[in-house]
């Protein structure tokens, strides 16, 4: 059974950071194209940051040059990096396979002063 447990959410001021965290089981991330997704209030979910099985990362241009995707095989975990955070950065935040399979509960990112 696939698990993906989504953490290291919370609340900051602009300009703060973050880091979330992806622990898997049931599949090896390594195997995966695996990326982060996010869903801000009234807003479709959309991929923000892919790390492909070779380690190639790709991001949307709203996140580029302040989030970071990165992966540890060792301990079977995605992360991401997301620095000088904008208000508009706040939402729901899920990592998953691409193409997307069962979605985990996610992590909230809240940006206000």
């Known amino acids: 059974q696939v698990q993906l447990v989504e953490s290291g959410g919370g609340s900051v001021q602009p300009g703060g950071s973050l880091t979330l965290s992806c622990l898997a089981s049931?599949?090896?991330?390594?195997?995966?194209?695996m990326g982060w997704y996010r869903q801000g209030p009234g807003k479709r979910r959309e991929l923000v940051a892919t790390?492909?099985?070779?380690?190639?990362?790709i991001y949307v241009d709203s996140v580029k040059g302040r989030f970071t995707i990165s992966r540890d095989d060792t301990k079977n975990t995605v992360y991401l990096q997301m620095n000088s955070l904008k208000p508009e950065d706040k939402a729901v935040y899920y990592c998953?396979?691409?193409?997307?399979?069962?979605w985990g509960q996610g992590t909230q990112v809240t940006v206000s002063s």
């Open positions: 049931g599949i090896i991330v390594s195997a995966h194209h």
């Open positions: 790390i492909t099985r070779s380690g190639i990362t």
């Open positions: 998953n396979r691409i193409p997307a399979g069962f």
